[in-house]
Every structure is written in structure tokens, then in C-alpha cells.
């Protein structure tokens, strides 16, 4: 018995989803008062998909965003769309900042999610704690 299998999304069709998912961001960032500085740049050997800033009790924080699309049954389940991995990328990149600029603290990694239909699921612009990943870097 012949069996159709469905169709793998193509690659363009999955950039295609991806760049709908952070435009839509751009929106969700501006709406909640954040300044964009820069989109899909190279920052210390990674890539950003936001970097932003927004005025918090009379300081500047800057938020290093990343925007991710992931299926609706993954995030219920708890699914982690942060790998240990990336959060070290981040944090090496971010520490170098720090070290270059000499003054910027308030910075944090936050995280934008859309589901397959890039529809926003959550909004965290303090997703990435450094004690979520404390017991994996010791």
C-alpha cells in the first residue's frame, strides 16, 4: 500500500515563516516602548536578532532578543528554545560588550516566541537568567 508521506516545509518557506515571525517582533518591540538599535546583525561571533533599548527607572537597559517560531504542542510541553549552548554564546558576546564599552550593565537576554501560524506565544525581555544555566557551566 502506497502511503503519501506530507510534504517537508522547504527551506525558503521556513525563512519565508521566520521573517514574518520577526517582523512581527519589531512590532511587539515598539509597541512595549522599546528602541530597536539593530536586526540580524553579527555581534561578537553571534547573531542578533534585536538589539534594543528602553528606559527603565532613569537608566538604559539594552536587550539582546531572540525570536524563535516554535509548534504550539512543544511550548505546552515546556519545550527550552534556549539551549545551554547559545546562552554561553550570548553571555561571552555580552561580557566582551561590557569590556569594550567600559560603562553598559543593564543588559539581559530576552526572548520573543511565535508559534507555527506566527502568532506571538510569549514575551520575556528577562528570559534568560544566568541561574537557569548555573548547574550546566559548573
Do not use: C, T
Request: aromatic residues 14%.
Amino acid at each position: 500500500m502506497n502511503r503519501i508521506k506530507p510534504l517537508k516545509p522547504s527551506k525558503e518557506s521556513k525563512l519565508k515563516r521566520g521573517k514574518i515571525a520577526e517582523n512581527r517582533a519589531s512590532l511587539v518591540l515598539r509597541k512595549k516602548g522599546y528602541n530597536i538599535l539593530a536586526r540580524n546583525i553579527r555581534f561578537y561571533g553571534i547573531e542578533i536578532d534585536y538589539l534594543v533599548k528602553k528606559e527603565i527607572e532613569g537608566e538604559y537597559h539594552y536587550f539582546f532578543f531572540e525570536i524563535k517560531r516554535i509548534k504550539n504542542e512543544h511550548y505546552n510541553a515546556g519545550y527550552l528554545p534556549f539551549s545551554f549552548k547559545q546562552y554561553m554564546k550570548y553571555r561571552k558576546a555580552i561580557d566582551n560588550w561590557h569590556a569594550e564599552l567600559n560603562k553598559i550593565k543593564n543588559s539581559h537576554i530576552g526572548l520573543i516566541l511565535f508559534n507555527e501560524n506566527s502568532e506571538l506565544l510569549d514575551f520575556n525581555p528577562h528570559y534568560v537568567k544566568n541561574e537557569m544555566f548555573n548547574s550546566q557551566a559548573n
